[in-house]
């Protein structure tokens, strides 16, 4: 979102991303800076209150209550108080907050949904009235037999246990499908639908699965912030010392390990095995793990492995910087979008290792589609052991990444970028803002 922003504030515009309070007193903390400045415009951040005391776990339950009973009546506020509100022309909602579609509406404010994922997780999702429909799955979400999903345009191989609302207890799996029922019925009169995936992810044009949602669906990504300013806001402080010992390794021969950063991704029993597993390869590797997340790390682990100069354990790694170097050989990657997008963008292998939501999806393209990696059965010694052989490798898929390279950054004479489509959407806004200015 905030390299969205920055796309509209280098064509003019003034923009505003309005994030829960919990979250917008993290960046003020871990960072020197809020805004971006660019043509005298700044993005300016604006913290809601969400009810979420400080220091207290979230999990999905306390993070629904606070987006459904609590911020849409702190936005209704902001709104209210902003004397400029005339001069909105534009609210961009990430469809994971669909609540703020209803806030845009009573203030009659035009909206784009923001799809911060594939294209192709979109149109599954989109897809929910037809698995009712056909009885694939209970109105509760339920997978009503095992089977693949196969009415999905363009989609790979995925089981109907790979659902992205199927996550934790039945329970919690009742209620995020409930969630993404409200998020169909809320976005499904939205005009614009911009897509963080590039226009080749399937065909430029493809419509959503159900004849009921017609949105104008505009794969824009990857995004880029203007003059390629690289370095993104953080939630967490970033361990650069990772960067130093990486320029002393050989080329394409570390191995970098991440699974995401808000949940503990993997349990402590899986832990170990990847620890001892890493460890029996003998090749060089950094891994990110927050310093709560190691208890299940065989003891002296990090400092063994650090002193011994064959990896890093660290809290949190500046990962655009990790992927983009030549020392870097394979990614092994819990495969969600915005960590696929990059290594896809750097031409890095991958290890998948999916565990929840939209992450099967995604691999499915990354190892059937694409093949520009493999995936994990388990994390003990043999699977990653012959899992970092066969890829690192394999020659063919640094070729196939070549190639996927170019297809998203539309290097390809038939092709048009996201970014050129991004352009094209702007600049139509900018056409429109001006007309109602003149008009007003």
Sequence with gaps: MQNLASVFVSQGFEAFIVLPQHFHKKINTNNDHDHDNHNNKIIKWVGLEDGIEENTTTD??????????????????FLQNNQRLDE????????LASWAIQVANKFSIPTAGFWPAMLSSYLLIAAIPHML????????????????I??????????TEDLPWLIGTIAAKKARFKFWMRTLERSRNLKWVLVNSFPNEIKVGVQTSNSSYSQNVLPIGPIYR????TKNLSFWEEDLSC????????VNSVVY?????????????NLKNLALALEATMRPFIWVLRSTWRQGLPIGFCEKILKEGRGMVVSWAPQREILQHNSLGCFITHCGWNSTLEALQFQKKLLCYPMAGDQFVNCAYIVEVWRVGLRLNGLGQKDVAEGLANVMEDKEMSTRLMTLYEIIMGMHSDNKSGSFLLKSFVEQLNEASTIHKKNS
Aim: glycine share 6%.
């Design 60 to 77: 999905f339950f306390a993070i629904e209550s606070s987006m459904e009973n609590i911020m849409p009546n702190n936005l209704e506020e």
């Design 243 to 250: 960067l130093k010992w990486l320029k002393n390794q050989k």
């Design 133 to 148: 429909m056909t009885g694939l799955i209970s109105d509760t979400g339920l997978p009503q037999h095992e089977g693949k």
């Design 226 to 229: 203007p003059h390629q300013l």
């Design 257 to 269: 390990v991440s699974f995401g950063s808000w949940v503990n991704p993997i349990g402590e029993s």
């Design 150 to 159: 196969t009415f999905v345009p363009s989609l790979p191989v995925v089981s």
């Design 88 to 95: 909105v022309c534009l609210m961009v909602v990430d469809l």
